[in-house]
């Protein structure tokens, strides 16, 4: 997740997000640039929110999808790595598209 320095208000909605659908956030990551989380995300290591302005940054085989919710003023992407089968990321998933319905 963004650092909570660098990018308070996405670290901020992540989280309440996480806590109104009952997931801990006792377990995660923070990158303090871009290109970490996209590496880490290559790496099937998880997932990410990225900022738009970074789009042009994302490799192939890793997949970018607008959330379906904005993230304060900035346009906001999720990110998870092509044929990734971890649990958690398609809890997140889930997670993403209930917020969509709910907005």
């Keep these: 997740m963004p650092s909570k320095d660098l990018l ?3 670290h901020q909605m ?3 997000a996480f ?14 640039h871009f290109q970490t989380g ?4 290559k790496a099937r290591v998880g997932y990410m929110f990225l900022p738009s302005s970074a789009k042009g940054f994302v490799p192939d085989g890793v997949v970018l999808r607008t959330p ?4 304060g003023p900035l346009d906001t992407f999720a990110l998870w790595s092509r ?4 649990p958690l990321v398609h809890r997140i998933l889930t ?6 319905r709910e907005l």
């Design 8 to 10: 308070p208000s996405i």
């Design 14 to 16: 992540i989280a309440a």
């Design 19 to 32: 806590l109104k659908n009952h997931m801990p956030l006792d377990k995660y990551q923070t990158a303090e």
């Design 38 to 41: 996209i590496n880490l995300t």
């Design 68 to 71: 379906g919710f904005s993230i």
């Design 83 to 86: 044929g990734n089968v971890d």
């Design 95 to 100: 997670l993403l598209k209930e917020i969509k």
